[in-house]
């Protein structure tokens, strides 16, 4: 015999008890009586499924839990022990002191966005970001959006619409969350045409190319792969040169945004914004919140014609920046002109760090979290699309799961549930926590979560 639905408690019945009364309370009739809703409605289905009905105290417990889940503040600081400098699913770059401050400031109160303090009219939001930005790379000048993805389709719906764009096939990719540059290439209004092969591509093939509607080459840096052994590329120089022979503009995607030689830090040599423009592309998009260590936002800088007309295209409004991340922008950026970007900006400082500091914190934290803890070098990556297969050398918290109901899987989601949540690796059956992604301010925090993790799984003997 199945139970019927009207086992179930009414909705009034619920709001009455204590517990329910008290998140009425806490938030509001409406909203509660809507959770009631959702789940008495979830109830029947289980119901339906040939389950029992729930008691009025477990589904008050879990009306609650609903309420906890939806209604928590958002988004949850947590602690990176994943050792992957700009994690995409964990915001990518964090912002520094002051641009977190700039941030808050713009948030929090009026300001001068778009508003000359000495005449008394009306300014424009992008002539302080912009001006901070030619001075960093050298352009005339720059635009600031609201990502890079709006960079690259705004600059080129500004530039190409209704003409054809060359790019080599092997740089015809896709960056990931739905980023394809033929996509993207459609949308602007362009037509893609492909040319050279996948793993070798020379200038003439791109001479071949040229017709009477061309409207520009573009090249895109290949942010998140590498291709090895027998592969070719012309350089942007010869590029910029071809084009020029043609009078059409040279536009580089360059991904991201890196302001600052990496090879000084033992990785491979990311291509920068500044040799795109000295290069003389007519425009460079990069994005804000991967190495350049901002907030998300998306840089067209080039030539002042270019930039010109890419601001007043109708898509410039569409993608327009946020004032919050501006003002972050503004703030990161003043980091760069005052070179002090590898000590400020948290993406750098995190890379520059050496292994031999990572070792010493790693063996103090790994005594405060016990015996299931061991101390092991390992390799950092910096994520974010950027600079694949590269890896800094570091050095991990290694918590052993030997015993543990669950493995290292168990062990992993209670550490993700903790206070704070903290993010690790699992590898071969050890939960490794790699500190370089960890502000040293927060070491006890994570040995102490570590312990907590430790001691709420279950070890059966
Ligand atoms: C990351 C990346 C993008 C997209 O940038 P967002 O700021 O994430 O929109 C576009 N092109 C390249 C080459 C990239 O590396």
């Given at each position: 015999m199945t139970t019927p639905h009207r086992a179930l408690p009414s909705v009034d019945r619920l709001a009455s008890v204590p517990r329910i009364r008290a998140l009425i309370e806490s938030y509001s009739r409406e909203a509660v009586l809507g959770l009631v809703?959702?789940?008495?409605?979830?109830?029947?289905k289980e119901i339906d499924r040939g389950g029992g009905a729930p008691g009025v105290d477990a589904l008050a417990a879990a009306i609650e839990g609903r309420a906890g889940a939806v209604w928590r503040s958002w988004p949850s600081?947590?602690?990176?022990?994943?050792?992957?400098?700009?994690?995409?699913?964990?915001?990518?770059?964090?912002?520094?002191?002051?641009?977190t401050e700039a941030a808050r400031r713009a948030a929090g109160g009026y300001g001068d966005l778009e508003f000359d303090l000495e005449?008394?009219?009306?300014?424009?939001?992008?002539?302080?970001?912009?001006?901070?930005?030619?001075?960093?790379?050298?352009?005339?000048?720059?635009?600031?959006?609201?990502?890079?993805?709006?960079?690259?389709?705004?600059?080129?719906?500004?530039?190409?619409?209704?003409?054809?764009?060359?790019?080599?096939?092997?740089?015809?990719?896709?960056?990931?969350?739905?980023?394809?540059?033929?996509?993207?290439?459609?949308?602007?209004?362009?037509?893609?045409?492909?040319v050279g092969t996948t793993n070798r591509a020379y200038v003439r093939d791109y001479e071949e190319a040229m017709?009477?509607?061309?409207?520009?080459?573009?090249?895109?840096?290949?942010?998140n792969f590498r291709v090895i052994g027998f592969a070719h590329s012309p350089s942007l120089a010869e590029l910029v040169e071809l084009g020029g022979r043609f009078g059409l503009p040279v536009m580089h995607d360059v991904g991201s945004g890196c302001l600052l030689e990496t090879s000084v830090f033992g990785l491979a040599h990311e291509p920068t914004p500044q040799e795109s423009l000295r290069d003389g592309v007519e425009l460079v998009?990069?994005?804000?919140?991967?190495?350049?260590?901002?907030?998300?936002?998306?840089?067209?800088?080039?030539?002042r014609e270019a930039v010109e007309t890419v601001s007043r295209h109708p898509?410039?409004?569409?993608?327009?920046?946020?004032?919050?991340?501006?003002?972050?922008?503004?703030?990161?950026?003043?980091?760069?002109?005052?070179?002090?970007?590898?000590?400020?900006?948290?993406?750098?400082?995190?890379?520059?760090?050496?292994?031999?500091?990572?070792?010493?914190?790693?063996?103090?934290?790994?005594?405060?979290?016990?015996?299931?803890?061991?101390?092991?070098?390992?390799?950092?990556?910096?994520?974010?699309?950027?600079?694949?297969?590269?890896?800094?050398?570091?050095?991990?918290?290694?918590?052993?799961?030997?015993?543990?109901?669950?493995?290292?899987?168990?062990?992993?989601?209670r550490l993700r549930s903790g206070d704070p949540p903290v993010v690790g690796r699992i590898e071969d059956e050890r939960v490794v926590l790699d500190l370089r992604t960890v502000p040293p301010d927060q070491d006890g925090a994570l040995a102490r979560a570590a312990v907590e993790a430790i001691e709420t799984v279950s070890t059966p003997s």
């Open positions: 809703r959702e789940q008495l409605a979830e109830s029947r600081a947590l602690i990176n022990a994943t050792g992957v400098v700009l994690h995409t699913n964990l915001g990518r770059a964090p912002l520094s002191a002051a641009a005449t008394g009219g009306r300014g424009s939001r992008q002539e302080h970001v912009s001006r901070l930005l030619c001075q960093i790379t050298g352009a005339e000048s720059a635009l600031a959006v609201n990502n890079n993805a709006s960079a690259v389709l705004l600059g080129l719906a500004a530039l190409t619409a209704g003409k054809e764009v060359i790019v080599s096939k092997g740089e015809v990719v896709e960056i990931g969350g739905g980023f394809r540059i033929p996509d993207v290439l459609r949308q602007s209004g362009a037509t893609l045409v492909e017709s009477a509607n061309t409207g520009a080459i573009l090249a895109v840096h290949a942010s998009f990069f994005s804000g919140d991967k190495l350049l260590g901002g907030p998300q936002s998306g840089i067209v800088a080039g030539s898509y410039a409004r569409a993608a327009r920046i946020d004032k919050l991340s501006m003002a972050a922008l503004a703030a990161t950026l003043l980091h760069y002109v005052r070179g002090e970007a590898v000590e400020e900006v948290p993406v750098w400082r995190m890379i520059a760090l050496g292994a031999e500091a990572l070792e010493g914190r790693a063996r103090r934290c790994g005594l405060a979290v016990g015996e299931r803890a061991s101390v092991v070098e390992t390799l950092s990556t910096i994520g974010g699309g950027s600079l694949p297969g590269e890896t800094l050398p570091s050095w991990a918290v290694s918590i052993d799961s030997t015993g543990i109901e669950g493995g290292a899987r168990m062990l992993s989601s």
